[in-house]
């Protein structure tokens, strides 16, 4: 089963998807939109141009575990996103992800424009990662 896995902000949205087995990441890229709308609709048609049967948004909630405004808004997402997509949404703790997506991109000496047009991806690839292992695919 694919999976795609959703980091959403506010201006860029970084997208990773496993492969067929659902297994690893197989493909990443950034989606740059600020209307939800169109983003649900931008994610819809690519998941359904790569075959994907399963969305995971990552839900960002404070260290304490409560919710803040952000969770809010991607749980706004995810109903936009059932209905543009038909899939399941599953709503993914996000905590940590974009902290640990910019140590690894320090670690590979990425710096400036190249990061932050490669941070959200990254951090999408970890919460597909943190799913994938929840389910023991991966």
């Avoid at 990552?58 to 969770?71: C, H, I, Q, S, V």
């Amino acid at each position: 089963m694919r999976i795609m896995a959703i980091d959403y902000g506010d201006r860029r949205t970084g997208i990773a998807v496993s492969d067929l087995l659902g297994t690893l990441t197989g493909e990443t890229w950034v989606i740059s939109e600020w209307n939800a709308q169109r983003l649900s609709r931008t994610i819809a048609d690519a998941a359904r141009d790569r075959g994907v049967e399963r969305l995971v948004l990552g839900l960002p909630k404070n260290m304490d575990g409560t919710e803040g405004p952000r969770a809010e808004k991607s749980r706004e997402l995810a109903e936009l996103l059932r209905a543009d997509s038909g899939l399941e949404v599953i709503l993914w703790d996000e905590r940590r992800t974009t902290v640990d997506a910019h140590r690894i991109l320090t670690d590979v000496g990425k710096h400036g424009k190249k990061r932050k047009n490669t941070v959200d991806a990254v951090a999408a690839s970890l919460i597909l990662e943190g799913y994938l292992l929840s389910l023991g695919n991966a």
